[in-house]
Protein backbone atom coordinates (compact mmCIF):
# COMPACT_ATOMS: atom_id res chain seq x y z
CA UNK A 1 0.00 0.00 0.00
CA UNK A 2 1.40 3.19 -1.06
CA UNK A 3 0.45 6.72 -0.05
CA UNK A 4 1.61 10.20 0.61
CA UNK A 5 2.29 10.06 4.09
CA UNK A 6 5.83 12.07 4.18
CA UNK A 7 5.45 15.89 4.03
CA UNK A 8 5.33 18.01 0.38
CA UNK A 9 8.38 20.47 0.33
CA UNK A 10 7.64 23.74 -1.19
CA UNK A 11 8.74 23.16 -4.73
CA UNK A 12 11.26 25.74 -6.34
CA UNK A 13 7.84 26.85 -9.04
CA UNK A 14 5.53 27.61 -6.15
CA UNK A 15 8.10 29.92 -4.61
CA UNK A 16 8.89 31.62 -7.74
CA UNK A 17 5.04 32.07 -7.91
CA UNK A 18 5.17 34.30 -4.61
CA UNK A 19 5.80 37.34 -6.64
CA UNK A 20 3.56 39.76 -5.65
CA UNK A 21 2.01 40.60 -2.28
CA UNK A 22 -0.88 39.67 -0.69
CA UNK A 23 -4.33 40.69 -2.14
CA UNK A 24 -2.08 42.27 -5.21
CA UNK A 25 -3.89 41.38 -8.45
CA UNK A 26 -3.71 37.86 -8.96
CA UNK A 27 -1.30 36.78 -12.07
CA UNK A 28 -3.46 33.55 -13.20
CA UNK A 29 -1.37 32.42 -15.75
CA UNK A 30 2.02 32.38 -13.89
CA UNK A 31 -0.02 30.97 -10.86
CA UNK A 32 -0.98 28.10 -13.15
CA UNK A 33 2.23 27.39 -14.65
CA UNK A 34 3.46 26.93 -11.16
CA UNK A 35 0.56 24.80 -10.12
CA UNK A 36 1.54 22.65 -13.09
CA UNK A 37 5.29 22.54 -12.31
CA UNK A 38 4.37 21.39 -8.84
CA UNK A 39 1.66 19.02 -9.87
CA UNK A 40 4.51 17.26 -12.72
CA UNK A 41 6.90 16.94 -9.32
CA UNK A 42 4.86 15.54 -7.43
CA UNK A 43 2.76 13.48 -9.44
CA UNK A 44 4.49 9.95 -9.04
CA UNK A 45 3.02 9.84 -5.45
CA UNK A 46 -0.16 11.56 -6.42
CA UNK A 47 -0.25 8.82 -8.91
CA UNK A 48 0.31 5.87 -5.98
CA UNK A 49 -2.12 7.55 -4.25
CA UNK A 50 -5.17 7.55 -6.61
CA UNK A 51 -4.39 3.76 -7.15
CA UNK A 52 -4.22 3.11 -3.77
CA UNK A 53 -7.89 4.45 -4.01
CA UNK A 54 -9.14 3.02 -6.51
CA UNK A 55 -8.04 -0.33 -5.69
CA UNK A 56 -9.08 -0.13 -2.12
CA UNK A 57 -12.60 1.29 -2.04
CA UNK A 58 -15.15 1.09 0.89
CA UNK A 59 -19.12 2.15 0.82
CA UNK A 60 -21.02 4.45 2.81
CA UNK A 61 -20.06 4.69 6.69
CA UNK A 62 -17.52 2.30 6.28
CA UNK A 63 -14.59 4.60 4.31
CA UNK A 64 -12.47 3.75 7.41
CA UNK A 65 -9.36 2.83 5.86
CA UNK A 66 -9.64 5.77 3.09
CA UNK A 67 -10.43 8.55 5.74
CA UNK A 68 -7.45 7.54 7.99
CA UNK A 69 -5.19 7.68 4.23
CA UNK A 70 -6.35 11.47 3.94
CA UNK A 71 -6.19 12.21 7.30
CA UNK A 72 -2.28 11.41 6.93
CA UNK A 73 -2.00 13.32 4.21
CA UNK A 74 -3.26 16.52 5.51
CA UNK A 75 -1.36 16.12 8.85
CA UNK A 76 1.82 15.72 6.98
CA UNK A 77 1.04 19.23 5.45
CA UNK A 78 0.18 21.11 8.56
CA UNK A 79 -3.22 20.35 8.99
CA UNK A 80 -5.41 20.28 11.99
CA UNK A 81 -7.34 17.04 11.39
CA UNK A 82 -10.39 16.30 13.40
CA UNK A 83 -11.79 12.54 12.27
CA UNK A 84 -14.75 10.90 12.73
CA UNK A 85 -17.32 13.62 12.02
CA UNK A 86 -20.28 12.38 10.64
CA UNK A 87 -19.28 8.77 11.38
CA UNK A 88 -16.44 8.35 9.30
CA UNK A 89 -15.92 11.95 7.93
CA UNK A 90 -12.81 14.34 8.80
CA UNK A 91 -12.12 18.06 8.87
CA UNK A 92 -8.95 19.39 8.04
CA UNK A 93 -8.25 23.04 8.76
CA UNK A 94 -5.30 25.29 8.12
CA UNK A 95 -4.92 28.74 9.43
CA UNK A 96 -3.09 31.57 7.10
CA UNK A 97 -4.14 34.81 9.23
CA UNK A 98 -6.75 37.29 9.23
CA UNK A 99 -9.20 36.39 6.20
CA UNK A 100 -12.47 34.20 5.13
CA UNK A 101 -12.38 30.78 5.55
CA UNK A 102 -12.61 29.08 2.45
CA UNK A 103 -13.90 25.30 2.33
CA UNK A 104 -13.19 22.51 -0.19
CA UNK A 105 -15.05 19.09 -0.41
CA UNK A 106 -14.30 15.96 -1.78
CA UNK A 107 -16.37 12.62 -0.85
CA UNK A 108 -14.92 9.29 0.51
CA UNK A 109 -17.34 6.49 -0.60
CA UNK A 110 -17.75 4.03 -3.50
CA UNK A 111 -20.51 2.27 -5.56
CA UNK A 112 -21.82 -1.03 -4.40
CA UNK A 113 -20.74 -2.61 -7.54
CA UNK A 114 -18.35 -5.15 -9.59
CA UNK A 115 -15.47 -2.89 -11.76
CA UNK A 116 -15.01 -4.04 -15.05
CA UNK A 117 -11.99 -1.86 -16.71
CA UNK A 118 -9.38 -4.17 -17.05
CA UNK A 119 -7.08 -1.80 -15.31
CA UNK A 120 -3.93 -3.33 -13.85
CA UNK A 121 -5.74 -1.25 -10.11
CA UNK A 122 -8.90 -2.31 -10.99
CA UNK A 123 -10.60 -3.05 -7.66
CA UNK A 124 -11.22 -6.58 -6.75
CA UNK A 125 -12.62 -5.61 -2.89
CA UNK A 126 -16.16 -7.35 -1.56
CA UNK A 127 -18.02 -6.40 1.44
CA UNK A 128 -21.46 -7.05 2.76
CA UNK A 129 -24.15 -4.11 1.99
CA UNK A 130 -27.49 -4.51 3.10
CA UNK A 131 -26.82 -7.87 4.12
CA UNK A 132 -25.69 -9.03 0.85
CA UNK A 133 -21.51 -9.56 -0.57
CA UNK A 134 -21.55 -7.09 -3.32
CA UNK A 135 -18.47 -5.95 -4.94
CA UNK A 136 -17.07 -2.54 -4.83
CA UNK A 137 -15.94 0.38 -6.88
CA UNK A 138 -14.95 3.65 -7.55
CA UNK A 139 -17.22 4.37 -10.50
CA UNK A 140 -18.49 7.72 -9.83
CA UNK A 141 -14.76 9.20 -9.77
CA UNK A 142 -14.26 9.89 -6.12
CA UNK A 143 -11.24 8.65 -6.29
CA UNK A 144 -10.06 11.61 -8.64
CA UNK A 145 -11.77 14.11 -6.32
CA UNK A 146 -9.61 12.43 -3.31
CA UNK A 147 -6.66 12.58 -4.73
CA UNK A 148 -7.28 16.28 -6.38
CA UNK A 149 -8.26 17.26 -2.91
CA UNK A 150 -4.89 16.39 -1.36
CA UNK A 151 -2.41 18.12 -4.12
CA UNK A 152 -4.58 21.34 -4.04
CA UNK A 153 -4.46 21.79 -0.27
CA UNK A 154 -0.66 20.82 -1.06
CA UNK A 155 -0.80 23.63 -3.64
CA UNK A 156 -2.69 26.21 -1.71
CA UNK A 157 0.29 25.57 1.65
CA UNK A 158 2.95 26.28 -0.84
CA UNK A 159 1.24 29.67 -2.57
CA UNK A 160 0.02 30.45 1.22
CA UNK A 161 2.22 34.05 0.50
CA UNK A 162 -0.58 34.53 -2.42
CA UNK A 163 -3.48 34.26 0.80
CA UNK A 164 -4.54 35.04 3.97
CA UNK A 165 -7.70 33.06 6.10
CA UNK A 166 -8.36 29.74 6.85
CA UNK A 167 -8.61 26.62 4.19
CA UNK A 168 -11.26 23.97 5.73
CA UNK A 169 -10.86 20.66 3.95
CA UNK A 170 -13.56 18.13 4.37
CA UNK A 171 -14.11 14.93 3.55
CA UNK A 172 -17.22 13.73 3.37
CA UNK A 173 -18.47 10.30 3.90
CA UNK A 174 -21.88 8.49 2.19
CA UNK A 175 -22.53 11.04 -0.92
CA UNK A 176 -23.50 8.08 -3.06
CA UNK A 177 -26.81 7.56 -0.37
CA UNK A 178 -27.10 11.22 0.20
CA UNK A 179 -26.30 11.23 4.06
CA UNK A 180 -23.18 11.74 4.48
CA UNK A 181 -23.32 15.94 4.43
CA UNK A 182 -26.31 15.79 6.69
CA UNK A 183 -24.18 13.37 9.22
CA UNK A 184 -21.50 15.79 9.47
CA UNK A 185 -23.57 18.88 9.71
CA UNK A 186 -25.75 16.97 12.21
CA UNK A 187 -22.34 16.57 14.27
CA UNK A 188 -21.42 20.35 14.62
CA UNK A 189 -19.82 20.61 11.00
CA UNK A 190 -20.03 24.78 11.21
CA UNK A 191 -20.34 25.10 14.92
CA UNK A 192 -17.61 23.07 16.00
CA UNK A 193 -15.34 24.65 13.15
CA UNK A 194 -15.48 27.51 11.37
CA UNK A 195 -18.86 27.97 8.89
CA UNK A 196 -17.27 28.91 5.39
CA UNK A 197 -17.42 32.17 3.80
CA UNK A 198 -17.28 30.53 0.69
CA UNK A 199 -17.09 26.93 -0.37
CA UNK A 200 -16.03 24.78 -3.73
CA UNK A 201 -16.48 20.95 -4.62
CA UNK A 202 -15.71 19.49 -7.80
CA UNK A 203 -16.67 16.06 -9.94
CA UNK A 204 -14.94 13.97 -12.68
CA UNK A 205 -17.87 13.83 -15.31
CA UNK A 206 -18.09 10.91 -18.08
CA UNK A 207 -18.33 12.57 -22.22
CA UNK A 208 -16.06 15.40 -21.80
CA UNK A 209 -12.56 14.97 -22.60
CA UNK A 210 -10.04 16.00 -19.62
CA UNK A 211 -8.63 19.16 -19.71
CA UNK A 212 -12.29 20.93 -19.61
CA UNK A 213 -13.93 22.72 -16.65
CA UNK A 214 -17.56 22.66 -16.56
CA UNK A 215 -20.20 25.18 -14.67
CA UNK A 216 -23.56 26.65 -14.59
CA UNK A 217 -24.40 29.40 -12.32
CA UNK A 218 -28.28 28.74 -10.46
CA UNK A 219 -28.94 24.94 -10.25
CA UNK A 220 -26.53 22.63 -10.52
CA UNK A 221 -27.94 19.40 -9.90
CA UNK A 222 -31.67 18.47 -8.83
CA UNK A 223 -33.13 17.55 -6.28
CA UNK A 224 -34.05 14.04 -5.61
CA UNK A 225 -36.55 12.91 -3.58
CA UNK A 226 -38.17 9.41 -2.76
CA UNK A 227 -41.72 7.93 -3.94
CA UNK A 228 -43.84 4.92 -2.36
CA UNK A 229 -47.49 3.95 -3.15
CA UNK A 230 -49.19 1.15 -2.09
CA UNK A 231 -52.51 0.84 -4.14
CA UNK A 232 -54.76 -1.69 -2.08
CA UNK A 233 -57.38 -3.99 -3.48
CA UNK A 234 -59.01 -7.23 -2.98
CA UNK A 235 -57.00 -10.34 -4.04
CA UNK A 236 -58.51 -13.67 -5.79
CA UNK A 237 -57.96 -15.77 -8.33
CA UNK A 238 -56.11 -15.15 -11.47
CA UNK A 239 -59.49 -16.90 -13.41
CA UNK A 240 -62.13 -15.10 -11.84
CA UNK A 241 -60.90 -11.24 -12.06
CA UNK A 242 -64.51 -9.76 -11.83
CA UNK A 243 -64.89 -10.70 -7.74
CA UNK A 244 -61.75 -8.94 -7.40
CA UNK A 245 -60.06 -5.35 -6.88
CA UNK A 246 -56.71 -5.92 -9.02
CA UNK A 247 -54.40 -3.67 -7.56
CA UNK A 248 -51.74 -4.79 -10.41
CA UNK A 249 -54.42 -2.91 -13.28
CA UNK A 250 -53.95 -0.20 -10.88
CA UNK A 251 -49.94 0.00 -10.42
CA UNK A 252 -49.96 -0.50 -14.14
CA UNK A 253 -52.00 2.20 -15.03
CA UNK A 254 -50.21 4.83 -12.88
CA UNK A 255 -46.86 3.83 -14.69
CA UNK A 256 -48.34 5.03 -17.82
CA UNK A 257 -50.70 7.70 -16.15
CA UNK A 258 -48.41 9.75 -13.94
CA UNK A 259 -45.97 10.75 -17.19
CA UNK A 260 -48.86 13.05 -18.18
CA UNK A 261 -48.00 14.88 -15.29
CA UNK A 262 -44.51 15.54 -16.88
CA UNK A 263 -46.21 15.53 -20.67
CA UNK A 264 -49.05 18.00 -20.29
CA UNK A 265 -49.12 19.78 -16.57
CA UNK A 266 -45.13 20.80 -16.25
CA UNK A 267 -43.68 23.65 -18.14
CA UNK A 268 -41.82 21.28 -21.26
CA UNK A 269 -38.78 24.35 -20.38
CA UNK A 270 -38.44 22.94 -17.38
CA UNK A 271 -36.50 20.19 -16.11
CA UNK A 272 -38.73 17.50 -14.10
CA UNK A 273 -38.72 13.38 -14.03
CA UNK A 274 -40.99 10.86 -12.23
CA UNK A 275 -39.21 7.37 -12.56
CA UNK A 276 -40.76 4.15 -11.42
CA UNK A 277 -37.58 2.11 -10.11
CA UNK A 278 -39.77 -0.82 -8.47
CA UNK A 279 -42.98 -3.02 -8.61
CA UNK A 280 -43.96 -5.39 -6.17
CA UNK A 281 -46.37 -7.89 -5.69
CA UNK A 282 -48.16 -11.16 -5.98
CA UNK A 283 -46.69 -14.54 -5.17
CA UNK A 284 -47.87 -16.89 -7.70
CA UNK A 285 -49.05 -16.41 -11.70
CA UNK A 286 -52.63 -17.39 -10.94
CA UNK A 287 -53.59 -15.39 -7.69
CA UNK A 288 -54.29 -11.57 -7.93
CA UNK A 289 -52.72 -10.33 -4.64
CA UNK A 290 -54.46 -8.03 -2.37
CA UNK A 291 -51.50 -4.94 -2.82
CA UNK A 292 -48.92 -3.87 -5.14
CA UNK A 293 -46.07 -1.29 -3.80
CA UNK A 294 -44.38 1.06 -6.29
CA UNK A 295 -41.12 2.97 -5.56
CA UNK A 296 -39.61 5.68 -7.41
CA UNK A 297 -37.79 8.73 -7.76
CA UNK A 298 -38.55 12.42 -8.30
CA UNK A 299 -36.42 14.85 -9.86
CA UNK A 300 -36.31 18.86 -10.62
CA UNK A 301 -34.33 22.02 -9.79
CA UNK A 302 -36.68 24.50 -8.95
CA UNK A 303 -39.18 23.91 -5.94
CA UNK A 304 -42.25 25.28 -8.02
CA UNK A 305 -41.66 22.09 -10.04
CA UNK A 306 -41.34 19.87 -7.75
CA UNK A 307 -44.69 20.68 -6.00
CA UNK A 308 -46.48 20.74 -9.36
CA UNK A 309 -45.13 17.28 -9.99
CA UNK A 310 -45.53 15.66 -6.19
CA UNK A 311 -49.10 17.16 -6.46
CA UNK A 312 -50.08 15.37 -9.68
CA UNK A 313 -48.08 11.96 -8.29
CA UNK A 314 -51.45 12.25 -5.82
CA UNK A 315 -53.97 12.88 -7.52
CA UNK A 316 -52.94 10.45 -10.54
CA UNK A 317 -52.70 7.43 -7.75
CA UNK A 318 -56.41 8.61 -6.12
CA UNK A 319 -57.49 8.48 -9.24
CA UNK A 320 -56.39 5.17 -10.75
CA UNK A 321 -57.74 3.85 -7.29
CA UNK A 322 -61.05 5.44 -7.76
CA UNK A 323 -61.36 4.30 -11.33
CA UNK A 324 -60.89 0.77 -9.74
CA UNK A 325 -63.69 1.41 -6.76
CA UNK A 326 -60.54 0.50 -4.84
CA UNK A 327 -59.57 1.95 -0.95
CA UNK A 328 -57.49 5.20 -1.54
CA UNK A 329 -53.64 4.56 -1.95
CA UNK A 330 -50.70 5.34 0.54
CA UNK A 331 -48.66 7.79 -1.13
CA UNK A 332 -45.67 8.74 0.23
CA UNK A 333 -43.06 11.22 -1.12
CA UNK A 334 -39.90 11.45 1.41
CA UNK A 335 -37.89 14.90 0.74
CA UNK A 336 -33.98 13.83 -0.45
CA UNK A 337 -31.64 15.34 -1.98
CA UNK A 338 -32.06 19.25 -2.26
CA UNK A 339 -30.54 20.89 -5.79
CA UNK A 340 -27.25 22.37 -5.92
CA UNK A 341 -27.25 25.85 -5.97
CA UNK A 342 -24.19 27.73 -7.41
CA UNK A 343 -23.68 31.25 -6.11
CA UNK A 344 -23.51 33.39 -8.95
CA UNK A 345 -20.93 36.49 -7.03
CA UNK A 346 -18.80 33.18 -6.20
CA UNK A 347 -18.68 31.76 -10.18
CA UNK A 348 -18.36 35.23 -11.18
CA UNK A 349 -15.18 35.62 -9.34
CA UNK A 350 -13.72 32.06 -9.90
CA UNK A 351 -14.90 32.15 -13.75
CA UNK A 352 -12.61 35.21 -14.13
CA UNK A 353 -9.63 33.19 -12.85
CA UNK A 354 -10.44 30.28 -14.81
CA UNK A 355 -11.05 32.03 -18.21
CA UNK A 356 -7.60 32.87 -18.00
CA UNK A 357 -6.16 29.55 -17.49
CA UNK A 358 -8.20 27.15 -19.51
CA UNK A 359 -9.51 29.76 -22.11
CA UNK A 360 -12.58 27.33 -24.30
CA UNK A 361 -12.23 24.61 -22.54
CA UNK A 362 -13.95 26.22 -19.61
CA UNK A 363 -17.95 25.70 -20.56
CA UNK A 364 -20.76 27.06 -18.95
CA UNK A 365 -23.34 23.86 -19.13
CA UNK A 366 -26.90 23.24 -18.27
CA UNK A 367 -27.63 21.50 -15.00
CA UNK A 368 -27.54 18.01 -14.51
CA UNK A 369 -29.85 15.30 -13.86
CA UNK A 370 -28.26 13.21 -11.35
CA UNK A 371 -28.30 14.70 -7.25
CA UNK A 372 -25.10 15.18 -5.06
CA UNK A 373 -25.76 16.04 -1.53
CA UNK A 374 -23.10 18.70 -1.30
CA UNK A 375 -26.37 20.43 -1.21
CA UNK A 376 -26.62 20.46 2.33
CA UNK A 377 -23.81 22.47 2.76
CA UNK A 378 -25.04 25.36 0.79
CA UNK A 379 -28.33 25.10 1.84
CA UNK A 380 -26.51 25.95 5.25
CA UNK A 381 -25.87 29.25 4.28
CA UNK A 382 -22.18 28.52 2.16
CA UNK A 383 -22.58 30.68 -1.22
CA UNK A 384 -20.45 27.96 -3.15
CA UNK A 385 -19.93 26.44 -6.32
CA UNK A 386 -19.72 23.22 -7.65
CA UNK A 387 -18.11 22.35 -11.01
CA UNK A 388 -17.49 19.55 -13.44
CA UNK A 389 -14.29 18.05 -14.72
CA UNK A 390 -14.10 16.17 -18.27
CA UNK A 391 -12.09 12.50 -18.05
CA UNK A 392 -11.82 11.06 -21.30
CA UNK A 393 -9.26 11.17 -23.92
CA UNK A 394 -10.29 14.11 -26.44
CA UNK A 395 -10.21 12.07 -29.44
CA UNK A 396 -12.20 9.42 -28.07
CA UNK A 397 -14.68 12.47 -27.36
CA UNK A 398 -14.74 13.70 -30.74
CA UNK A 399 -14.98 10.07 -32.03
CA UNK A 400 -17.90 8.96 -30.04
CA UNK A 401 -20.06 12.47 -30.91
CA UNK A 402 -19.42 12.17 -34.08
CA UNK A 403 -20.63 8.79 -34.47
CA UNK A 404 -17.45 6.75 -35.37
CA UNK A 405 -16.87 5.79 -32.26
CA UNK A 406 -18.50 3.98 -29.46
CA UNK A 407 -20.21 5.86 -26.77
CA UNK A 408 -18.18 6.43 -23.59
CA UNK A 409 -18.68 4.77 -19.79
CA UNK A 410 -20.50 7.35 -17.87
CA UNK A 411 -20.29 7.48 -14.24
CA UNK A 412 -21.54 4.81 -12.42
CA UNK A 413 -20.79 2.54 -15.14
CA UNK A 414 -18.54 -0.51 -14.37
CA UNK A 415 -16.18 0.61 -17.09
CA UNK A 416 -16.25 4.39 -16.02
CA UNK A 417 -11.98 5.06 -16.75
CA UNK A 418 -10.58 8.26 -16.38
CA UNK A 419 -7.57 9.31 -17.70
CA UNK A 420 -5.27 10.11 -14.10
CA UNK A 421 -2.76 12.37 -15.04
CA UNK A 422 -4.64 15.13 -16.87
CA UNK A 423 -7.71 14.82 -15.03
CA UNK A 424 -5.76 15.41 -11.54
CA UNK A 425 -3.96 18.05 -13.36
CA UNK A 426 -7.29 20.10 -14.86
CA UNK A 427 -8.66 19.23 -11.00
CA UNK A 428 -5.75 20.79 -8.80
CA UNK A 429 -5.32 23.86 -11.43
CA UNK A 430 -9.01 24.37 -11.31
CA UNK A 431 -9.91 23.98 -7.79
CA UNK A 432 -6.45 25.96 -6.69
CA UNK A 433 -7.65 28.76 -9.42
CA UNK A 434 -10.89 29.33 -7.97
CA UNK A 435 -10.19 29.01 -4.04
CA UNK A 436 -7.64 31.58 -4.88
CA UNK A 437 -10.46 33.75 -6.39
CA UNK A 438 -12.32 33.96 -3.43
CA UNK A 439 -9.47 34.73 -1.13
CA UNK A 440 -8.63 37.54 -3.67
CA UNK A 441 -11.85 38.62 -4.25
CA UNK A 442 -12.46 38.81 -0.16
CA UNK A 443 -9.63 40.93 -0.46
CA UNK A 444 -11.17 43.57 -2.60
CA UNK A 445 -14.45 43.42 -1.31
CA UNK A 446 -15.97 42.21 -4.40
Not at 14 to 35: F, G, N, T, W, Y
Not at 114 to 135: C, D, H, I, Q
Amino acid sequence: MMHLARPFLLSAALCAAALSPVHAEMDVARLKAAIETSFEADYPRLDALYRDLHANPELAFQEVKTAAKLATEMRALGFEVTEKVGGTGLVAIYKNGDGPTVMVRTELDALPMEEKTGLPYASSVKTTWNGRETSVAHACGHDIHMTSWVATAKTLVGLKDQWRGTLMFIAQPAEEVGAGAMAMLREGLFTRFPKPDFGFALHAIGGFAHGTVLYTVGAGSSSADGLFIKFRGRGGHGAMPQATIDPVMMAARFVVDVQSVISREKDPAEFGVVSIGSIQGGTAQNIIPDDVTLTGTVRSFKPDVRDKMIAGIQRTAKAVAAMSNAPEPLVIVTEGIKAVINDAGVVATAEKALRVAFADKLRPIPAVAPSEDFSEFVNSGVPSMFFRIGVHEPERVAAARAGDGPQLPANHSPLFAPVPKPTLQTGVTAMTLAVLSAFDGHAKGK
